[in-house]
C-alpha cells in the first residue's frame, strides 16, 4: 500500500524538508536521508544560487515536489505561467509525485499567499477537481492533495472537510498528502474528533504523509511548524500508518528551524511507527489518545504576539 | 453565493489593512460594516466569532506580506524607519496587491508606485527612491538565468561595429546617492537567511533601531547590478563614461552607436572612450557579462 500509483510507486521512507539553514551541514556531512521535500515556488526561477544548489542536492538525494501556490480551490482558471514554470522544475527534479494543497488563495489574479479553507460544496468540490486533472495532465506526474489546517468555516458548507476531500479525490482521481498536524488543529479549531476524519478517508489514496509541531492559543490552535511533533498528532501518525501502512512521511519545520541533526532525529521517530505497524492497535489505546477526552483541550495558556 | 462571488468577499475582508493595534478593522475602507459581511458567510463557533475567526487569515496576510517586504527592503526600512516604512508597506499593498504566486515579486512594484507617491518618502524622496531600485535589482538578478557566454573567440569574431547581448543577471543604474554602501553595512548587521513554506504562520520581522545607519550624502554613482559563479550579487561602480557605453549596448546599439551615446552624455572625448575600450571590453568579458546571441 505505501507504494501505489499516487507516489509513482515509490517507498520513499522518512524525509524532511530542505531548508536553507541545513545547507552547510548536508554538503559538508553529506547525512544519509531518505528524501528531502522541496517548496516548488522557491526553485521554479530561471537560475542562480538556488538552482546551483538544487542541483547539487539532486546529485545525492531524492527529492520530492511540494507546492504552496498552486490553489487548485481558487474559482479562477489556472495560472499558465505558474503552470509552465512548475512543468520546468518537475523535468528538473524528476519528482515522482507532486504534491500541494486543498485550499484557495487567489481571486481576479491577487494572491492571498496564504493556504484559505474551502467551502465544502459540491460545486467547489467539482471546480477544484476539475483543475487538479487539469495540472496533472499538463506536468504529467501523480498529483496530492494536502488537507490543510483551518480557523474559520463557511455557513454554505454542505459536507464535512473529511468527506469534501474524499469527493475531490474521486473526482479527479488523485492523492491524498495526508497532514495528520493539519487533522489535529482543524479538529480543535471546529470541535471534530480527528480519528472521525482519518478512519474516513481512501488509505489507498494516501501518497505521502506530513508531520508537524503547532502553536496552541488561548481560543484556537495555529499551524505554526516550529515545534517538536506533539503527542496528540503521533497518536494521529499511528492510526493514519495502520490505516495506510508505512507511507512516505515528511516532518516539517519552517520557523525556529533548530540544527539539521535535531529536526532529522524527530523525523526518524515516525520509523518505530513503521515497524511496529504489523501489530495491532488496542481500541482503548486509541480512545484514550483522542484529544476531545482531555477536557482542557481547547484551554490553552493566552495567545503569543504572532498571528 | 457561487464559489467565485463568495471567495472574492474572504479576499476582500482579509486584504482590508489592519487598525493600528494590527486587529481586523470594523469598517472598510469605503465604509462597509466588516461584522455583517463576515456575519453572511464565516459561521462562529464555541470559542470565536465569525469576525475573529476571519480576523486571523486578515491579520496573517498582513504580518506575512509585510515581513516579506520587510526581509526585501532593508535599506528603505533603514532610511525611512520602522513606522514610516509599515505605513508605506501598508498603502502600496493596497493600491497593488500581489498579482504574482511567488512572494518573490511582491516588491516588483514598489519603485513605479514611489515615483506616483513621494509622500510616503517626504524628506529623503530621492534616496529612498534610489534604494529602492537598487534592492529590487538585487533581488530581480539573483535567479535570473545564465546564458552561454561569450567566448574570447567569439568577441574576435563580432565584425567592425557589432551590437553586442547581455546576461539578464546584469542590471545598470545611475544613482544620485551611494546607497551600494549603506546598503552592504546594513547586510552585514542583519541574517540574510530566511526561508517561506507551506502552511506556516511567519512570525514578523523583528525591527531594528531606527537611525543605526548613516545616511549617505549626494553623490552621483553609476552601478553594474551583477551576479557571478552564481552565487551572490555584486555591484561594480562603473566611470559614467563606461556607463553610457553599457546602457546604450544594451538597449540594443551597435558598437559605433555606443561610443557617440556615451560621449554625448558625458561630453568627453572619442579618443579618451576608445583607448579605454579594450580593458573595459576584457573586464566585462571576464565577469561574463556578455552572452551568446539568442539564434546561436
Redesign the interface.
Given at each position: 500500500m505505501p507504494a501505489n500509483r499516487f507516489n509513482g510507486y515509490t517507498d520513499y521512507g522518512v524525509g524532511i524538508?530542505l531548508?536553507?539553514?541545513h545547507y552547510n551541514h548536508i554538503f559538508e556531512k553529506k547525512p544519509v536521508v531518505d528524501w528531502f521535500e522541496i517548496?516548488s515556488?522557491?526553485f521554479?526561477?530561471?537560475?542562480?544560487?538556488?538552482?546551483?544548489v538544487l542541483d547539487q542536492i539532486l546529485d545525492q538525494y531524492r527529492v520530492v515536489q511540494?507546492g504552496?501556490?498552486?490553489y487548485f480551490g481558487?474559482?479562477?482558471p489556472l495560472?499558465r505561467?505558474?503552470l509552465r514554470r512548475l512543468k520546468t522544475l518537475v523535468k528538473r527534479t524528476k519528482t515522482p509525485w507532486l504534491t500541494d494543497?486543498l485550499c484557495?488563495g487567489?481571486?481576479?489574479?491577487?494572491?492571498?499567499?496564504?493556504?484559505?479553507p474551502m467551502?465544502y460544496?459540491f460545486?467547489?468540490a467539482r471546480?477544484t477537481a476539475e483543475k487538479i486533472r487539469q495540472v496533472r495532465d499538463f506536468v504529467e506526474v501523480p498529483i496530492a492533495v494536502e488537507n490543510?489546517?483551518s480557523?474559520?468555516?463557511?455557513?454554505?458548507?454542505e459536507m464535512t472537510e473529511w468527506e469534501f476531500l474524499n469527493e475531490v479525490v474521486e473526482q479527479a482521481d488523485c492523492g491524498i498528502l495526508l497532514d495528520v498536524n493539519?487533522i489535529y488543529v482543524s479538529s480543535q479549531?471546529?470541535?471534530f474528533n480527528p480519528f472521525d476524519y482519518l478512519n474516513s478517508i481512501a488509505p489507498e489514496r494516501v501518497a505521502q504523509i506530513h508531520i508537524a509541531g503547532h502553536s496552541k492559543f488561548e481560543?484556537?490552535i495555529?499551524?505554526?511548524?516550529?515545534h517538536p511533533v506533539l503527542d496528540p498528532v503521533w497518536d494521529l501518525y499511528a492510526r493514519a500508518i495502520e490505516l495506510a501502512g508505512p507511507t512516505a512521511t515528511l516532518l516539517?519545520w519552517?520557523?525556529r528551524?533548530p540544527s539539521f541533526e535535531e529536526v532529522h532525529q524527530e523525523a526518524l521517530k515516525a520509523r518505530k511507527f513503521h515497524k511496529g505497524q504489523q501489530q495491532p492497535m488496542q481500541k482503548n489505546g486509541l480512545a484514550a489518545m483522542n484529544p476531545l477526552s482531555n477536557a482542557n483541550a481547547?484551554l490553552y495558556a493566552s495567545e503569543k504576539a504572532?498571528? | 453565493m457561487d464559489l467565485e462571488q463568495l471567495q472574492r468577499i474572504v479576499l476582500d475582508v482579509i486584504q482590508q489593512p489592519l487598525t493600528p493595534a494590527e486587529r481586523m478593522r470594523k469598517r472598510t475602507l469605503d465604509g462597509r460594516p466588516v461584522k455583517k459581511i463576515v456575519d453572511e458567510v464565516i459561521k462562529p463557533n464555541d470559542r470565536l466569532t465569525s469576525f475573529e475567526r476571519l480576523e486571523i487569515y486578515n491579520r496573517v496576510y498582513w504580518f506575512r506580506l509585510l515581513s516579506s517586504l520587510m526581509e526585501d527592503f532593508p535599506g528603505l526600512r533603514a532610511i525611512i524607519g520602522d513606522r514610516k516604512f509599515e505605513k508605506l508597506s501598508v498603502a502600496y499593498l493596497s493600491d497593488r496587491p500581489s498579482e504574482s504566486f511567488t512572494l518573490r515579486n511582491l516588491g516588483s512594484r514598489l519603485e513605479p508606485w514611489l515615483r506616483k507617491h513621494p509622500e510616503f518618502t517626504p524628506k529623503l524622496p530621492k534616496l529612498a527612491l534610489d534604494m529602492v531600485r537598487l534592492e529590487w535589482a538585487d533581488i530581480d538578478v539573483f535567479d535570473q538565468a545564465e546564458l552561454p557566454k561569450l567566448t574570447a573567440n567569439d568577441l574576435s569574431n563580432l565584425g567592425e561595429d557589432p551590437v553586442f547581448h547581455f546576461q539578464p543577471y546584469l542590471r545598470l543604474l545611475d544613482l544620485a546617492y551611494p546607497v551600494d554602501e549603506l546598503l552592504l553595512s546594513i547586510r552585514q548587521k542583519e541574517d540574510p537567511e530566511s526561508d517561506i513554506a507551506s502552511n506556516v504562520v511567519l512570525e514578523r520581522a523583528t525591527s531594528h533601531s531606527e537611525k543605526s545607519f548613516v545616511l549617505p550624502k549626494p553623490k552621483k554613482i553609476y552601478l553594474a547590478v551583477h551576479r557571478q559563479e552564481e552565487d551572490s550579487t555584486y555591484f561594480k561602480r562603473l566611470e559614467p563614461e563606461a556607463f553610457a557605453l553599457l546602457r546604450a549596448l544594451q538597449q540594443g546599439k551597435t558598437l559605433s552607436q555606443a561610443i557617440e551615446e556615451s560621449v554625448n552624455w558625458t561630453h568627453g572625448k572619442v579618443e579618451d572612450i576608445t583607448e579605454q575600450l579594450h580593458d573595459w571590453f576584457a573586464n566585462w568579458s571576464s565577469l561574463g557579462w556578455f552572452r551568446k546571441p539568442a539564434a546561436e
Open positions: 524538508g531548508r536553507i539553514p517548496i515556488e522557491n521554479m526561477i530561471d537560475g542562480g544560487r538556488p538552482l546551483k511540494h504552496v501556490s498552486m481558487s474559482a479562477e495560472n505561467e505558474h494543497h484557495w487567489s481571486v481576479d489574479g491577487q494572491y492571498s499567499h496564504d493556504l484559505l467551502p460544496t460545486e467547489a471546480k490543510v489546517s480557523y474559520a468555516e463557511y455557513h454554505v458548507s493539519n479549531n471546529h470541535n481560543k484556537y495555529l499551524d505554526t511548524h516550529d516539517e519552517d520557523d528551524i481547547n504572532r498571528v | -
